[in-house]
């Protein structure tokens, strides 16, 4: 059995590797088929003419090939096209099958073997230009304590022309760019946009602006009622103060940041009567704020002091 084996080892190790290749072979030109989902393109040779809408987008193609073609095809290999010739001239629905021969793949040895749907429609309408007001597409709000100036939003440019058919245009009257996102923004800024346009429109000029989203910060009104008035005395003098009311309420004005977290316990309200004489004075009162905020309309807060020096 061994000499069997070691008897003409290599007419049979060339046997063998014969025998592999012809079976990867055989495997490879195995036909097979496979289907893709692949986008339609229709064009229309009549300048006049435009596309209002279509039955579909998007084509499933039966393809039958080797395997070894089919097995890395992918979608973006496969096109899908159809011309409506310049004969059509009328508006209005158009029906018509795609060929195979309209499908391009990457191989003459690739064959189409069935599309659906069989059968397209697509509607035919007058083509037209018209211009179109730009506006920003805007998601979300700013960080806290800050809004968008909207009255001061700057587009360049704020319209552009664009053509398509007759009947989706008759219902625009602007554009909208791409969603730009204003989440967590505080300070302004400037973005370069996309116009995003309907189907079968097209613009005349590059589909880009220049938008300027101004972010301002928010200013708001707080009532504060019942804060203390504290009396500051000169050391060592002694006199007794009598101060009506005891407590004051005020209006402030400020920063909503600043507003929001501002405590009635971190405002000081105080008098400082180092310099009055006995008797009855209406005496204004110090009320120290943090920065960018005050009392509204800055009118002083008056108390009536009844001091009595011993």
Do not use: C
């Not at 977290?261 to 943090?290: Q, T, Y």
């Amino acid at each position: 059995m061994i000499q069997w084996l070691t008897r003409d080892w290599s007419l049979k190790l060339i046997s063998l590797v014969l025998a592999v290749g012809l079976w990867y072979y055989a495997v490879g030109e195995e036909s097979i088929e496979v289907t893709r989902t692949v986008p339609l393109e229709i064009k229309i040779k009549n300048p006049q003419m435009s596309i209002l809408k279509t039955s579909v987008r998007m084509v499933r193609v039966t393809l039958q090939a080797p395997r070894a073609l089919l097995s890395n095809l992918a979608s973006q290999e496969i096109v899908a096209s159809h011309e409506i010739s310049n004969d059509v001239k009328v508006v209005g629905d158009y029906s018509f099958r795609l060929e195979s021969g309209e499908v391009r793949v990457s191989s003459p040895q690739i064959r189409v073997v069935k599309m659906e749907p069989e059968v397209i429609r697509v509607t035919l309408d007058e083509l037209i230009a018209q211009k179109l007001e730009i506006k920003p597409n805007l998601m979300g709000e700013p960080a806290f304590g800050y809004k968008l100036a909207q009255d001061e939003i700057q587009l360049d440019p704020n319209a552009i022309m664009v053509e398509g058919p007759k009947g989706a245009l008759g219902k625009l009257d602007s554009v909208k760019t791409e969603v730009i996102d204003l989440v967590g923004r505080s300070r302004s800024f400037r973005r370069t946009a996309e116009l995003v346009l309907p189907a079968n429109v097209k613009p005349l000029s590059e589909a880009l602006v220049d938008v300027y989203i101004p972010i301002k910060e928010e200013f708001d009104e707080k009532r504060f009622e019942n804060i203390p008035v504290k009396i500051l005395k000169t050391q060592g003098e002694d006199a007794r103060v009598e101060i009506t009311p005891p407590a004051v309420s005020f209006m402030v004005k400020g920063s909503r940041r600043q507003l929001e977290k501002l405590a009635p316990e971190k405002i000081l309200a105080f008098l400082d009567i180092s310099s009055l004489a006995s008797g009855e004075h209406d005496v204004p009162v110090e009320i120290h704020l943090p920065e960018d905020v005050s009392l509204k309309d800055d009118v002083p807060v008056i108390v009536k002091v009844n001091l009595k020096k011993s």
